[in-house]
């Protein structure tokens, strides 16, 4: 069985600065893919960033990049120059060989102007 | 247009009542997904199919079942609507690729279901 877990439910940051969004992760494959997604007030689930198991370097995606420490297993999202159109519940999540997505309970990001 | 559609995006309905939530997607993808999401939580499994004539049960199949009339639809079937399945449904889709980046899931807009 596969878990995910984001300790933070809810998280502040300025306008302007980076955030980190923590999301460690139980499985017992070796090879998984870690995907963050991204839910807006509307509701829709819109997908940011994706990180392979056997990929050595970090994910990035515009804004978005992702601290893998597969050792610890950690994927962390990182979010530099928030914007007040990053408010948002965000999303870990990781599948395995059956792509079945597992995730977890979600952050609650809110950027201050 | 979007890629993948969902019909309704709301629904009141009563306790008992059969209700259909319909899915359509223009990606080309073989392999389709039904979520649901509770208040405050993450996305739970419900039932995938890999190509038409593949359906399986996800985490949280019981009350619910499927259709997939073509690689484009898949529908969701709730035969005896009950409150606890109030939440906001997803339907999902992906390619059937070689590696897990391709297997990356896009994800429709919701359709928000209330039972009475």
């Known amino acids: 069985a596969q878990k995910i877990t984001q300790t933070q439910p809810g998280m502040f940051v300025q306008e302007k600065e980076a955030v980190t969004l923590d999301c460690t992760y139980d499985?017992?494959?070796?090879?998984?893919?870690l995907f963050w997604y991204k839910q807006p007030s509307s509701g829709e689930m819109i997908f940011l960033i994706y990180q392979g198991s056997y990929d050595e370097q970090n994910a990035t995606e515009g804004r978005y990049s992702l601290n893998f420490q597969k050792a610890r297993k950690s994927a962390n999202l990182v979010i530099s120059a928030s914007q007040l159109g990053d408010s948002a519940m965000y999303f870990c999540a990781i599948n395995n060989a059956g792509n079945m997505l597992t995730f977890g309970g979600g952050t609650r990001l809110m950027v201050k102007p | 247009d979007a890629d993948v559609t969902q019909t309704p995006r709301n629904r009141i309905t009563k306790t008992g009542k059969r209700i259909m939530l319909e899915c359509s997607q223009t990606?080309?993808?073989?392999?389709m997904y039904w979520y649901r999401q509770d208040p405050g939580l993450g996305l739970r499994l419900i039932y995938y199919s890999f190509d038409v004539k593949d359906i399986n049960k996800g985490e949280i199949s019981d009350g619910y079942s499927v259709s997939r009339q073509a690689q484009a639809k898949f529908s969701l079937s709730l035969e005896s609507a009950i409150p606890n399945q109030t939440a906001l449904y997803f339907c999902a889709t992906s390619d059937s690729g070689t590696s897990h980046a391709t297997d990356t899931q896009y994800f429709g807009p919701g359709t928000r279901l209330t039972v009475l």
């Open positions: 499985t017992s494959d070796q090879s998984y893919g």
């Open positions: 990606k080309g993808h073989d392999r």
